[in-house]
């Protein structure tokens, strides 16, 4: 059973920055996309970045492109997100999930940490 472990939310002025951290276990992980999704108060959850573990291809969101990266360890099993220029509007839940290739939706989800933005 894939479990999913993040860390390293927390409070933040606008334009500062953070990284998050998930860290996988179980699973054949070479078989699966890595997302990052984000929850906001009143706001549906949506995919800001997503990565596949085999061949490293990337989707990022309009909104965070060019200030958020996405990044995978293969040694240590780890999934990054590191999130730059920070906005108040990123203030969510940040979820880090995953899928098998080829299907629509994440099957297997953390527990989420609270990133808040401060204007």
């Known amino acids: 059973q894939m479990q999913l472990v993040e860390s390293g939310g927390g409070l933040v002025q606008a334009g500062g920055s953070l990284r998050l951290s998930c860290a996988v276990s179980g699973g054949t992980l070479s078989m699966y996309v890595m997302g990052w999704l984000r929850q906001a108060p009143g706001k549906e959850r949506e995919v800001v970045a997503a990565?596949?573990?085999?061949?490293?291809?990337?989707y990022y969101e309009e909104s965070i492109k060019g200030r958020f990266t996405i990044s995978r360890d293969n040694v240590r099993n780890t999934v990054y997100l590191y999130m730059n220029s920070l906005r108040p509007e990123d203030t969510a839940v940040y979820y880090c999930a995953a899928k098998p290739r080829g299907e629509a939706s994440y099957s297997h989800w953390g527990q989420g940490t609270q990133v808040t933005v401060s204007s």
């Open positions: 990565i596949t573990w085999s061949d490293n291809k990337i």
